[in-house]
């Protein structure tokens, strides 16, 4: 026999809530995913390796640094 009416509306029930470490890997994946936080990352990571590069490249780097640090 076919229903007549409308259907009674779904509430949301307290036990059907994801678990807190669920909720706590979803918060994680949508900060990584955030555009701006991926460019401002790659844009350290680039200076950090460029940075990194130049003390490699340059065998008088740390007596430099430690000839600067002395001055008062």
Do not use: K
């Given at each position: 026999?076919?229903?007549?009416?409308?259907?009674?509306?779904?509430?949301?029930?307290?036990?059907?809530?994801?678990?807190?470490?669920e909720?706590?890997?979803?918060?994680?994946?949508a900060?990584?995913?955030n555009?701006?936080?991926?460019?401002?990352?790659?844009?350290c990571?680039?200076?950090?390796?460029?940075?990194?590069?130049?003390?490699?490249?340059?065998?008088?780097?740390?007596?430099?640094?430690?000839?600067?640090?002395?001055?008062?």
């Open positions: 026999m076919p229903m007549r009416g409308e259907l009674p509306p779904i509430t949301a029930r307290l036990s059907a809530r994801a678990p807190a470490r909720t706590g890997w979803l918060r994680l994946a900060v990584l995913s555009s701006d936080l991926q460019a401002i990352a790659v844009f990571t680039i200076g950090f390796l460029l940075t990194v590069n130049v003390v490699l490249w340059s065998p008088g780097f740390g007596e430099l640094v430690a000839e600067l640090a002395a001055f008062p």
